[in-house]
DNA sequence: TAAAAAAATACAATCGATTGCGCAAATATT
DNA sequence: AATATTTGCGCAATCGATTGTATTTTTTTA
């Protein structure tokens, strides 16, 4: 960028006062006198004034910029997340630097580091899928950077969290395949380490044991989160000799795979599998039949965490109790478990 | 963030040497002697320094970061852009500054000044379908911005361009339909003041021309790019006079609308209509029947944008040419508009 | 051994905005 | 009219890193 900007010592030059006073004028100091404030305010429009953000937080200690780290901005889940932030966030002038972790631990390390650098006022993090410990994580709090997480979380770790009922999301669902009449429900879960599959699958085990149905673990698969694996994993189960008569599983990715590979084996869904996802991805209700999924209130999700941020960023209080905010999912029953009329 | 970070004023106190030898030192400047560089190093490491990168930004008036405009994170075409971008400038140290238009002209307007502030090295823009003029972009280039534009984007600025061929892609698409045995192509297009669909409809056009087939006003559909859209564009085409036996639509939504449309109404795909899209959305090939589509090389496009950008940052020839750098689109031919076997 | 050359480091200004403190002018108070 | 307030503004330091120009130290050369 050229060095054409304008900067406050020019417009005081040109208006015979002192950059100081520029600076007061244009932050509507009322110690400045009106007509000073109204002239300073018409000559910087008129050259173009741009404050030099860089400047003004070096001196300030602030950036007026928040980090964000999440696996990947592709996923409906987060891309709406990022809206929600954004539109508390840029009302009250911050701006969001959004890094991508692509579900890597070293890529999280690198992004925290970026984000240290840049002297961010607060850091939301989502953790990847590779991250097994929260090492960085405490390296960065020592420091005192202000950190909020998100979804997946770490809950042993002192910071403010919002997450999701996922839990209920789970049972509710798992319930709502059980009024189907289904009764051999299997799940797909992902990683043990990440709490929000962890909640999901209690809230699958819960259910069935709250409905008086056994649980088997051959119907229990780990780590089937994508596509390719939900179409694998559907396969095998239709293939296996405990044949289930419904999947819950802990991704849409998953289910759709599950949905495809039924389809492709000539097993109807949802008449003699029912399949129910998690993340209420756009597809899901695009495909015949649509995929029920439970919805995870993503906007509002974001919407909570900026605004947290924002009050206790105003309040001063650096030292106050971590909250940890919980939103409700909401079961959105689609024709892929519907087998009652 | 609590102040307690270390400068290099620190180390070289600590050190008993003066800040200059520092950040000489840490920069790897030969001036300073291999020991000196060393004790830097390690205590730097030790103490978990992190330069401040505002300051070093304001300095030397160059922020290592780029900015980025963009309609939608949540396009694939998008993510993907962004993907290409963070890969190549990632490697060089620059950071990426991530802003929605969400098709807004003022937002895109609020965008451009925010990045302006932070006094980002350059800025990418793919242009919102809201922004009819590039009054913003002009006021930005006198200033002396590093403007680079893709996708969609203003032909008459003097700026650096990655563009796809969308004539070609267009082009190639109805050529293959008309292989196929397709002879009433109906088009969905896209505001006219954006290059890419005025491009798509020119390539359609033309190679109606070159197939000898006629060009049926009514089968022109302005503005149909969502699926909403789509879906309503093909229902009433159905039922009008002139009933198309293929739609190329310039979306790939849109071309899903169609598709929905059509099983709804009875009319095979791709027996009784062809049909393909534009984008290769990571959903097209999921269908029944998969859509045809047009790869638009994002990962690519993104890549050549951050290596251009950063060979001419290198250059230091500001004042060079604006190149244009126009990409090749691939034709995807799936089932939906494959008649013949 | 003294002078010259080279190597290593220090000094101080700078980037642009902010802010505590103080000074001067305008207004109010006695 | 003399003093006390208030109002409006300027001075200069500061944030942390960078860099042109000394200055000091070490090494080389005559």
Redesign the pocket.
């Known amino acids: 960028m050229k060095?054409n900007?304008?900067?406050?010592?020019?417009?005081?030059r040109m208006?015979?006062?002192?950059?100081?006073?520029?600076?007061?004028?244009?932050?509507g100091?009322?110690?400045?006198?009106?007509?000073?404030?109204e002239a300073v305010a018409n000559l910087a429009h008129e050259k173009g004034?741009?404050?030099?953000?860089?400047?003004?937080?070096?001196?300030?200690?602030k950036t007026k910029t928040v980090g964000l780290i999440i696996p990947r901005i592709n996923r409906h889940f987060f891309s709406n997340v990022i809206g929600g932030i954004e539109e508390v966030l840029n009302l009250s002038g911050y701006n969001l630097m959004i890094c991508q972790s692509d579900e890597s631990h070293e890529k999280e390390i690198e992004n925290l580091k970026t984000l240290m650098n840049l002297r961010v006022d607060g850091i939301f993090i989502s953790m990847a899928t590779g991250s097994t410990n929260s090492e960085h994580l405490k390296n960065c709090l020592s420091r005192g950077v202000r950190l909020m997480m998100f979804d997946r979380v770490d809950e042993e770790l002192p910071v403010d969290r919002i997450v999701l009922d996922d839990f209920e999301g789970a049972y509710q669902t798992v319930k709502h395949l059980v009024e189907q009449g289904y009764r051999k429900i299997a799940h797909f879960s992902g990683p043990e380490h990440i709490n929000v599959y962890r909640n999901r699958k209690r809230g699958y085990l819960e259910a069935l044991k709250d409905s008086g149905l056994e649980v088997t673990s051959g119907l229990i698969l780990q780590d089937v989160l994508d596509r390719e694996k939900g179409y694998e994993a559907c396969l095998s189960l239709l293939a296996g000799k405990d044949v289930p008569d419904a999947i819950f599983s802990s991704s849409d990715f998953s289910a759709l795979g599950a949905l495809l590979a039924a389809k492709k084996k000539g097993v109807s869904t949802p008449g003699d599998l029912g399949i129910a996802g998690f993340a209420n991805e756009p597809f899901t209700e695009l495909f015949d039949p649509p995929i029920t999924s439970v919805d995870q209130n993503s906007i509002e999700m974001g919407k909570t965490l900026a605004q947290l941020f924002l009050d206790k960023e105003s309040e001063e209080r650096v030292g106050s109790e971590p909250y940890t905010i919980v939103l409700k999912p909401r079961l959105l029953i689609r024709k892929s478990s519907l087998r009652k009329t």
Chains 1, 2 share one sequence.
């Open positions: 060095k900007n304008i900067t406050i010592h020019d417009i005081a208006l015979g006062i002192s950059s100081s006073t520029v600076s007061r004028a244009l932050s100091n009322p110690r400045i006198s009106l007509k000073t404030r004034y741009h404050p030099n953000v860089m400047a003004s937080s070096l001196r300030r200690g």
